[in-house]
Nanobody, 122 residues
Framework: QVQLVESGGGLVQPGGSLRLSCAAS????????MGWYRQAPGNQRELVAT???????TYAESVKGRFTISRDNAKNTVFLQMSSLKPEDTAVYFC????????????????WGQGTQVTVSS
Protein backbone atom coordinates (compact mmCIF):
# COMPACT_ATOMS: atom_id res chain seq x y z
CA GLN A 1 0.00 0.00 0.00
CA VAL A 2 1.44 3.35 -1.07
CA GLN A 3 1.47 6.02 1.60
CA LEU A 4 2.33 9.71 1.51
CA VAL A 5 3.44 11.41 4.71
CA GLU A 6 3.65 15.19 4.85
CA SER A 7 5.60 17.27 7.35
CA GLY A 8 6.71 20.85 7.89
CA GLY A 9 3.46 22.70 8.41
CA GLY A 10 2.88 25.15 11.22
CA LEU A 11 2.22 28.73 12.20
CA VAL A 12 4.20 31.51 10.55
CA GLN A 13 3.91 35.28 10.41
CA PRO A 14 3.06 37.08 7.17
CA GLY A 15 6.18 37.42 5.06
CA GLY A 16 7.72 34.34 6.61
CA SER A 17 8.79 31.03 5.11
CA LEU A 18 8.01 27.35 5.55
CA ARG A 19 9.23 24.20 3.86
CA LEU A 20 6.89 21.26 3.39
CA SER A 21 8.11 17.74 2.74
CA CYS A 22 6.25 14.66 1.54
CA ALA A 23 7.73 11.19 1.46
CA ALA A 24 6.09 8.37 -0.48
CA SER A 25 6.58 4.75 0.50
CA UNK A 26 5.25 1.31 -0.38
CA UNK A 27 7.37 -0.55 -2.89
CA UNK A 28 7.47 2.33 -5.35
CA UNK A 29 9.32 2.01 -8.63
CA UNK A 30 8.40 5.40 -10.07
CA UNK A 31 5.99 8.32 -9.76
CA UNK A 32 5.12 10.37 -12.82
CA UNK A 33 3.96 13.56 -11.11
CA MET A 34 4.11 14.73 -7.51
CA GLY A 35 2.48 17.84 -6.25
CA TRP A 36 0.85 19.94 -3.59
CA TYR A 37 -2.75 21.01 -3.27
CA ARG A 38 -4.42 23.06 -0.57
CA GLN A 39 -7.84 23.50 0.90
CA ALA A 40 -8.95 26.42 3.03
CA PRO A 41 -12.13 26.27 5.16
CA GLY A 42 -15.19 26.61 2.95
CA ASN A 43 -13.18 26.33 -0.24
CA GLN A 44 -12.54 23.57 -2.73
CA ARG A 45 -9.19 21.86 -2.89
CA GLU A 46 -6.95 23.71 -5.35
CA LEU A 47 -3.68 23.02 -7.08
CA VAL A 48 -0.61 24.76 -5.67
CA ALA A 49 2.24 23.20 -7.63
CA THR A 50 3.23 19.99 -9.37
CA UNK A 51 6.48 18.59 -10.69
CA UNK A 52 7.15 15.80 -13.13
CA UNK A 53 9.76 13.08 -12.71
CA UNK A 54 11.84 15.02 -15.21
CA UNK A 55 11.71 18.11 -13.01
CA UNK A 56 9.22 20.27 -14.91
CA UNK A 57 7.21 22.38 -12.47
CA THR A 58 3.76 23.92 -12.72
CA TYR A 59 2.49 26.60 -10.34
CA ALA A 60 -0.80 28.23 -9.55
CA GLU A 61 -0.75 31.91 -10.48
CA SER A 62 -1.29 32.87 -6.85
CA VAL A 63 2.00 31.32 -5.73
CA LYS A 64 4.29 31.99 -8.69
CA GLY A 65 7.48 33.72 -7.61
CA ARG A 66 6.88 32.85 -3.96
CA PHE A 67 6.77 29.04 -3.85
CA THR A 68 9.27 26.56 -5.26
CA ILE A 69 8.57 22.87 -5.76
CA SER A 70 11.31 20.27 -6.01
CA ARG A 71 11.65 16.51 -5.71
CA ASP A 72 14.14 13.78 -5.01
CA ASN A 73 13.23 10.87 -7.27
CA ALA A 74 15.61 8.47 -5.54
CA LYS A 75 13.80 9.06 -2.23
CA ASN A 76 10.29 9.51 -3.70
CA THR A 77 10.08 12.81 -1.87
CA VAL A 78 8.65 16.16 -2.91
CA PHE A 79 9.27 19.53 -1.26
CA LEU A 80 7.49 22.86 -1.28
CA GLN A 81 9.51 25.89 -0.26
CA MET A 82 7.09 28.68 0.60
CA SER A 83 8.30 32.25 0.98
CA SER A 84 6.64 35.64 1.38
CA LEU A 85 3.68 33.87 2.91
CA LYS A 86 0.35 35.68 3.08
CA PRO A 87 -2.67 35.10 5.30
CA GLU A 88 -4.55 33.83 2.23
CA ASP A 89 -2.04 30.97 2.01
CA THR A 90 -3.57 29.56 5.18
CA ALA A 91 -4.93 26.10 4.40
CA VAL A 92 -4.41 22.40 4.82
CA TYR A 93 -1.76 21.36 2.31
CA PHE A 94 -2.07 17.93 0.74
CA CYS A 95 0.63 15.97 -1.04
CA UNK A 96 -0.35 14.14 -4.22
CA UNK A 97 1.29 11.41 -6.29
CA UNK A 98 -0.02 10.57 -9.74
CA UNK A 99 1.14 7.81 -12.05
CA UNK A 100 2.48 5.63 -9.26
CA UNK A 101 4.11 2.35 -10.28
CA UNK A 102 4.95 -0.20 -7.58
CA UNK A 103 6.44 -3.69 -7.58
CA UNK A 104 2.92 -5.08 -7.20
CA UNK A 105 0.90 -2.95 -9.63
CA UNK A 106 0.36 0.45 -11.20
CA UNK A 107 -2.01 2.81 -9.39
CA UNK A 108 -4.71 4.13 -11.70
CA UNK A 109 -5.86 6.82 -9.27
CA UNK A 110 -3.75 9.51 -7.58
CA UNK A 111 -2.60 8.90 -4.04
CA TRP A 112 -3.12 11.57 -1.38
CA GLY A 113 -1.44 12.35 1.91
CA GLN A 114 -3.33 13.15 5.09
CA GLY A 115 -2.57 16.88 4.93
CA THR A 116 -0.58 19.34 7.00
CA GLN A 117 -1.89 22.63 8.35
CA VAL A 118 -0.24 25.89 7.34
CA THR A 119 -1.41 28.99 9.17
CA VAL A 120 -0.15 32.45 8.25
CA SER A 121 -1.06 34.95 10.93
CA SER A 122 0.44 37.67 13.06
Amino acid sequence: QVQLVESGGGLVQPGGSLRLSCAASGGILSITTMGWYRQAPGNQRELVATITSGGTPTYAESVKGRFTISRDNAKNTVFLQMSSLKPEDTAVYFCNADGVLTFMRPYRDPVWGQGTQVTVSS
